[in-house]
């Protein structure tokens, strides 16, 4: 590989938009790999900034940094993500997407409500929650954020 074709760590935060600290981060969670200088300087290579376009993307979208590792499993590691690879990863997205939509559909419609039984209002509660029954069911707001299904 030519040294021309790796990057410091500065040079991947300023190309990728993304601080020093979580390319560090990321590493440690095996999402980006470098290697090291004989100064012990970290060097990536340039398919690095795709790897973080996904993971950025992901992100965005509100995907977990582990529903990325779970994606990136099937990727050599110093491989950027093809087209095939976006498909995959995008098709194992999905349903996880799809609930997150579902969960906020949820949030919204019931907003000026309750919170689900977190709780907002023990007087109220009485009416949807008596004897706090929902807590047999899991922590939280379970009402709006229903536990998965196994």
Same mark, same amino acid.
């Given at each position: 590989?030519?040294? *021309?074709?790796?990057?410091?760590?500065?040079?991947?935060?300023?190309?990728?938009?993304?601080? @020093?600290?979580?390319?560090?981060?990321?590493?440690?969670?095996?999402?980006?790999? @470098?290697? !090291?200088? @004989?100064?012990? !300087?970290?060097?990536? !290579?340039?398919?690095?900034?795709?790897?973080?376009?996904?993971?950025?993307?992901?992100?965005?979208?509100?995907?977990?940094?582990? *529903?990325? $590792?779970?994606?990136?499993?099937?990727?050599?590691?110093?491989?950027? %993500?093809?087209?095939?690879?976006? !498909?995959?990863? $995008?098709?194992?997205?999905? %349903?996880?997407?799809?609930?997150?939509?579902?969960?906020?559909?949820?949030?919204?419609?019931?907003? *000026?409500?309750?919170?689900?039984?977190?709780?907002? @209002?023990?007087?109220?509660?009485?009416?949807?929650? %008596?004897?706090?029954?929902?807590? $047999?069911?899991? %922590?939280?707001?379970?009402?709006?954020?229903?536990?998965?299904?196994?």
């Amino acid at each position: 590989m030519n040294r *021309d074709d790796l990057l410091a760590i500065g040079e991947v935060a300023a190309r990728s938009g993304v601080a @020093s600290s979580a390319l560090r981060y990321y590493e440690t969670l095996g999402l980006i790999t @470098s290697t !090291r200088t @004989s100064g012990d !300087r970290r060097r990536y !290579r340039r398919s690095v900034l795709r790897r973080i376009a996904v993971i950025r993307a992901a992100q965005q979208v509100g995907l977990s940094l582990g *529903d990325i $590792a779970i994606a990136f499993v099937d990727l050599a590691p110093h491989a950027a %993500p093809t087209k095939r690879d976006w !498909r995959r990863m $995008a098709a194992r997205w999905k %349903p996880l997407l799809e609930r997150r939509i579902q969960d906020l559909q949820r949030v919204r419609d019931n907003l *000026d409500n309750c919170i689900g039984c977190g709780c907002l @209002s023990m007087q109220q509660c009485t009416l949807y929650n %008596p004897h706090d029954k929902l807590a $047999a069911i899991g %922590p939280g707001p379970r009402r709006l954020f229903p536990p998965l299904p196994r």
